[in-house]
């Protein structure tokens, strides 16, 4: 006599399905230290695996010396544009006391305009700015042990990136086998597929978002350019990485674009600024997104939105970054 295996009830299933998210968003959170870095290594692994096969099969190198070859040159890639914003920022502070005067003199002008719409005069106006000063002063120890933290943490993350990708690399055909032994034996074909399908897939989507912030961060320099804003080689680069966090990074750039049209050019120009950022921010996330970065990872708007809200209220500025590609 066969015996039907009894459904559980719908609130039995619902109970155990909220108890396993909250779990692993609690071992998230608990893990943020040792995931994240795993995360980003294991994108940059596959990002460099076509080199490190290439060096290790055409060049004859060593796994390790291959793994590790591939890992300098991602490392010399990120310090190159690195240098790059150095050097902006460092052209900034040698026009810091011309930077200074147009601060000044857009200062004035913007409390003259208050005073002429909202009637509130210029002692005010500079009791406010002195109370902002004079608290944002009391809290400069703290905030520079927090700045100290979070550059010693950042530091931290990089060289565990590094190593983890390095180590992902040199033991990848060992991971390979892993996983395939984790499964049935006759399942080893399909589970091979799926993993050359997953590291093609994921390749493809770096790829394609690398070669949009190249995109954005060219058009922007261009256009800032044709505006007459100073720096704008230094405001293209920096909404052209920022626009890897997506949603947030636009308007973060977009920030620091007023903030420079501001000081340097005066009120006249920061609605051309802002306009011209966000009319390429439409047509990236129109028509370049959709194009090099969508057809690899499909997934809509609200969806990207929610999970770089839950990525970064999880993991922070990482989980922002990390949303996209863990929810394809």
């Not at 071992?27 to 995360?39: H, V």
């Not at 180590?167 to 034996?185: D, G, H, S």
């Not at 720096?231 to 680069?237: D, F, H, I, M, N």
Request: net charge positive; hydrophobic share 60%.
């Amino acid at each position: 006599m066969a015996f039907s295996k009894p459904i559980p009830p719908f609130y039995n299933k619902l109970a155990m399905v909220l108890i396993s998210v909250i779990a692993l968003f609690y071992i998230a959170i608990l893990g943020k230290d040792i995931l994240a870095p795993m995360l980003f290594a294991l994108l940059f692994s596959v990002l460099l695996l076509p080199i490190a096969r290439f060096i290790e099969t055409r060049l004859r190198f060593h796994r390790s010396l291959a793994a590790g070859l591939s890992v300098l040159l991602l490392m010399l890639a990120m310090a190159g544009v690195l240098y790059m914003v150095a050097i902006q920022v460092i052209n900034l502070s040698d026009d810091w006391p011309q930077f200074k005067l147009h601060v000044q003199g857009s200062l004035k002008d913007l409390q003259q305009w208050i005073f002429v719409k909202f009637h509130i005069n210029l002692i005010k106006q500079n009791g406010y700015i002195n109370n902002a000063v004079s608290s944002a002063l009391s809290n400069g120890p703290s905030m520079i042990g927090g700045l100290m933290r979070s550059f010693s943490s950042i530091l931290l993350y990089a060289i565990f990136i590094m190593l983890d990708t390095f180590f992902l690399l040199y033991y990848r055909r060992l991971l390979v086998r892993f996983l395939i032994a984790v499964f049935r034996e006759e399942n080893s074909e399909a589970v091979y597929d799926i993993i050359a399908q997953a590291q093609h897939s994921i390749s493809q989507y770096i790829k394609g978002l690398l070669l949009e912030m190249a995109i954005v961060s060219a058009t922007c320099c261009v256009a800032l350019w044709i505006l007459g804003v100073n720096y704008p080689v230094l405001l293209g680069l920096l909404a052209g990485l920022l626009n890897l966090i997506p949603y947030i990074g636009i308007f973060i750039s977009l920030l620091l674009s007023v903030v420079v049209t501001f000081a340097t050019a005066g009120l006249g120009k920061i609605l051309l600024v802002i306009s011209t950022l966000f009319g390429i921010h439409l047509l990236d996330a129109n028509m370049l997104l959709p194009l090099i970065v969508g057809a690899k990872v499909r997934l809509n708007a609200l969806i990207t939105i929610i999970g770089v809200i839950i990525g970064g209220s999880v993991w922070g500025i990482a989980g922002t970054f990390l949303a996209i590609p863990v929810i394809a």
